[in-house]
């Protein structure tokens, strides 16, 4: 191996873990900066640095920036309509209390989708409380399958920002990481959601804190049927368009057709139509003021804005690794030494997710290192595990350096020793149970 390229590539990701951790510099910028180190030390010329940053920057943030966009705009507004309740309460009046842990992972699952993890967790967490105070169980009973839906769903399956952003930069197909992402996601959330909920609970109790304040308001909520169909559609075109243009269809389909399903069914179109359906029946129908839909969504863009910039900047990380050749050695030398892709992958993404916290950096800083590395003859069902694989890695052992990990004790009432107990220990297991599915998966693709 190049030793001057091999001190590139392990400088840039120190710079980029001390300058997140010790000086708490925002991610965005310290990305770039480990990306021009990288630059510097394997003897790229001055303008070629800058050059390979405006590239990296511009190619991903042509796909990305639309669809975090769309996708933000359209949780949005199905979070203001009261839509996540209304699936929840719906689930848990048909399955009673013995179902309700399966029911509220079934919501988070569904949730998360279109919504926010932490936004849709806040809207959430009072049905918890009183499913709680009816039960006299444990609070954890209910919490942990929910937060498990929720994270599952949030780093498996776009349109989430995390697994958008992968997906661009290894070129991955988003209709198989949407396919591949709810396979793995399952039997995940299962594992980490209901069955370890029924483990924890017995070991811990914890009673519902005092009532934050309501998220709802007097309007009816809107029929669960049609809150399933808005969230259903754009998911549903983008795998169809997968599907319908794939060797699967040959032969059946017409060119003309497909050709109409590549628009429909691309992500763009998908979310735009998602949106303008949204717009009117959760908006305009109900009563709600095209100003007030006007101020919901632009409210969006800023945390939207945020991830976009986020993975812009990791864009040019793996188009500085590219440029320098760094990628193409490591490549060949985890060929030389048998080493699977997905398990490198993974180890990264969880090394920098316990070492700095964020799930979302944790991917994107993963998916940089990775994407050098694969081949030209990597499939894509390939690309789509591996997707899944850097989102188990990111999600890994969330403790004191993660906001989610205050967020869930501040409003489950839990205790810093306690929160390790569960919510630490749920996304290790989920972390490891997704990638151990993916790598059973990836013995019969």
Do not use: C
């Not at 390229?5 to 300058?19: D, E, K, Q, R």
């Not at 399933?228 to 754009?234: K, M, Q, T, Y």
């Not at 017409?254 to 139509?273: N, Y």
């Not at 989102?391 to 403790?399: F, L, V």
Request: glycine share 10%.
């Amino acid at each position: 191996m190049d030793s001057t390229l091999l001190i590139a590539i392990f400088s840039g990701i120190a710079i980029l873990l001390i300058l997140i951790l010790k000086f708490r510099i925002q991610a965005f910028i310290s990305l770039l900066i480990a990306s021009i180190v990288v630059g510097i030390i394997a003897g790229m010329d001055p303008l070629s640095i800058v050059k390979t940053i405006q590239t990296g920057m511009g190619n991903t943030l042509g796909f990305v920036a639309v669809v975090v966009g769309l996708g933000a705009m359209f949780g949005a507004i199905l979070e203001h309509s009261g839509g996540a309740e209304a699936i929840a309460s719906f689930l848990l009046k048909h399955t009673g209390e013995k179902g309700a842990s399966w029911a509220l992972m079934i919501t988070g699952f569904i949730i998360a989708i279109p919504v926010f993890f932490d936004v849709a967790f806040i809207i959430l967490v009072p049905l918890i409380y009183s499913l709680q105070r009816k039960s006299k169980k444990s609070l954890l009973l209910y919490g942990m399958p929910l937060l498990a839906g929720l994270a599952i769903t949030h780093a498996f399956i776009p349109p989430t920002p995390g697994p958008v952003a992968v997906a661009d930069i290894l070129k991955a197909d988003l209709g198989w990481v949407i396919v591949f992402g709810a396979i793995v996601g399952i039997p995940t959330a299962i594992v980490s959601g209901p069955l370890f909920a029924k483990y924890i609970s017995k070991r811990i109790h914890v009673v519902a804190p005092e009532l934050v304040e309501s998220q709802s308001d007097d309007q009816p909520k809107p029929s669960v049927g049609m809150i399933a169909a808005i969230i259903g559609l754009p998911i549903i075109l983008i795998v169809l368009n997968t599907v319908l243009n794939s060797p699967m269809a040959e032969g059946w389909i017409s060119e003309a057709f497909k050709g109409w399903m590549k628009m429909i069914g691309h992500p763009f179109t998908a979310l735009i139509l998602a949106n303008l359906i949204a717009w009117y029946l959760l908006g305009v129908r109900r009563k709600t003021s095209k100003e007030k839909l006007l101020k919901i969504t632009t409210k969006s863009m800023g945390p939207a804005g945020i991830i976009i910039l986020l993975t812009g900047a990791g864009g040019v990380f793996k188009e500085m690794l590219i440029a320098t050749g760094t990628g193409d050695m490591m490549a060949n030398y985890f060929a030389e030494q048998g080493l699977s892709t997905l398990l490198f992958a993974f180890i990264v993404a969880a090394l920098v997710r316990i070492l700095q916290g964020s799930a979302t950096v944790a991917m994107i800083t993963a998916a940089g290192v990775t994407a050098p590395l694969l081949l030209g003859s990597t499939g894509d069902i390939e690309k789509a595990l591996l997707v899944i694989a850097i989102a188990s890695g990111a999600s890994i052992m969330s403790h004191v350096n993660d906001s989610g990990f205050w967020l869930v004790s501040k409003y489950l009432g839990l205790t810093e020793k306690q929160t390790f107990r569960s919510w630490t220990m749920m996304t290790t297991l989920l972390a490891i149970t997704g990638m151990t599915t993916v790598w059973i998966l990836s013995l019969f693709f």
